[in-house]
C-alpha cells in the first residue's frame, strides 16, 4: 500500500500532489544532520520537501510531513544537529540516531570526517540528551585493506566500544559491499577489499569475545548469513524500538499496528519496515572513498547550489519546476 496523498502548497505557491509518509528517514542517501540540518529544519517548518528521482529527474516528487510521526536519522556527524533536538521534542516527533563511528582515518579512507575522538564526543552527548537506546553504534562498512589486517580492524573497534558502549544498547555492522561498480572503481584505486567467508567468521568472534565486556544487542545490517546465535539481522527503521521509545504517540502506535510490514523498495534481505527517505545522492561530502551513494565531485557540486539556495525545497538548492506550472492572472494551475 502506498502513502496516502493530498494537495499541498509550494514555497511559490503552486499546489501540487504529495505523499505523507508516517517515518522518515533522513537519510540513507546522504548525511542530512552533518551537511544540511539548517535545510532539514527548515523544512519541516515549512511543511514538505521536493524529493528528486536520479531516473527521472523531471518528474519531481513531493513529501508532506503533515503525518510525520518518526524520523530516523543516519549519520556519521551529527553535532550540527545537536542545537536543534529540543525544536523536535517540541514538535513531539519520536527520532532515533543510526550513527555510524568507524576508524578508518590512517587509511585516508573518511578524509571528511573530524577526528575519533569528537565524534565519540559526540555520540555521548546525544545519548546523554536522547538516552542509550536512541543512539545506535554503526560500524560499517567493514573491510580490510593490505595494511590493515583483522587485529588491528578489531582493535580499532574495541577502542571505540570501549568508549560508547555504556552510551548505547546496540551494535550494528555491515560488510562493505565491492558489488556496486563505482565501489568496485575505488577498492582498486585504494586497495580496500570485503572480508571472505573465513574472515568473516573470525571478525564475528572477536565482536562476540569483545562484547562480553559491552553487553550490546549485536546485529547485522541487510545480510541473510547466520554468523553467530548471539548476532540478530537489524531492522535499521525498526518497528519494535519504534514502539518501545514512541509508545506515547498513539497515531504511531496505530500506524505499526497496521503497517509494520517490510519496507519493498529496499534490497531483498533488508528487514527495514516502510519510510521514505528524503535524502539525495550526489549530496554527502564526507568523502569516504567505499560509499555507493555519492559521486564526490557532483556532491561538491550540489553543495555550492545548496549555499546559494540554502532554504529550497529540495537538498540540492535547485529551483522548483516552473517550466511545468503556469500561473494566469489570480489563477494557479494544478501540478498532479
Known amino acids: 500500500m502506498s502513502e496516502p496523498k493530498r494537495p499541498i502548497l509550494t514555497d511559490d505557491g503552486y499546489q501540487v500532489s504529495a505523499s505523507c509518509p508516517v517515518i522518515i528517514s533522513a537519510s540513507r542517501a546522504t548525511d542530512i544532520p552533518a551537511y544540511y540540518a539548517d535545510w532539514f529544519i527548515h523544512r519541516l517548518e515549512k511543511g514538505y520537501v521536493r524529493w528528486i528521482n536520479r531516473y527521472h529527474p523531471a518528474l519531481p516528487y513531493y513529501v508532506s510531513f503533515e503525518d510525520t510521526r518518526a524520523i530516523v536519522f543516519w549519520s556519521k556527524n551529527p553535532a550540527p544537529l545537536l542545537p536543534y533536538l529540543h525544536y523536535l521534542d517540541t514538535r513531539g516527533y519520536v527520532y532515533y540516531f543510526q550513527f555510524t563511528l568507524t576508524d578508518y582515518g590512517l587509511e585516508g579512507l573518511e578524509p571528511g570526517l573530524p577526528p575519533l575522538h569528537e565524534r565519540v564526543s559526540t555520540f555521548i552527548k546525544l545519548s546523554e540528551r536522547l538516552g542509550r537506546d536512541r543512539v545506535i553504534w554503526r560500524f560499517d562498512p567493514i573491510l580490510l585493506t593490505p595494511s590493515l589486517d583483522m587485529p588491528t580492524l578489531l582493535s580499532r573497534i574495541r577502542t571505540i566500544g570501549d568508549s560508547v558502549s555504556a552510551y548505547t544498547n546496540k551494535f550494528v555492522f555491515s560488510f562493505v559491499d565491492t558489488s556496486y561498480a563505482k565501489v568496485k572503481k575505488q577498492a582498486a584505486i585504494w586497495q580496500f577489499r570485503t572480508l571472505n567467508q573465513e574472515e568473516r567468521a573470525e571478525f564475528v568472534r572477536g565482536i562476540v569475545r569483545m562484547n562480553q565486556t559491552w553487553n550490546l544487542s549485536l546485529a547485522s545490517c541487510a545480510d ?73 565531485e557532483r556532491a561538491r557540486i550540489h553543495a555550492e547550489k545548496h549555499t546559494e539556495n540554502p532554504r529550497a525545497d529540495t537538498i540540492t538548492g535547485e529551483m522548483g519546476p516552473m517550466l511545468s506550472l503556469r500561473r494566469t492572472g489570480n489563477d494557479i494551475q494544478t501540478y498532479l
Open 224 to 296: 541473510e548469513a547466520i554468523y553467530h546465535p548471539a548476532v540478530d539481522h537489524n531492522k535499521c527503521i525498526d518497528d519494535v524500538l519504534l514502539r518501545r521509545i514512541g509508545q506515547h504517540d498513539s497515531a504511531l502506535m496505530r500506524y505499526l499496528d497496521r503497517f509494520s510490514e517490510k519496507d519493498r523498495g529496499q534490497r531483498p534481505a533488508c528487514r527495514c519496515i516502510r519510510s521514505k527517505d528524503i535524502g539525495q545522492y550526489d549530496t554527502c561530502l564526507h568523502g569516504c572513498v567505499y560509499c555507493y551513494a555519492t559521486d564526490h
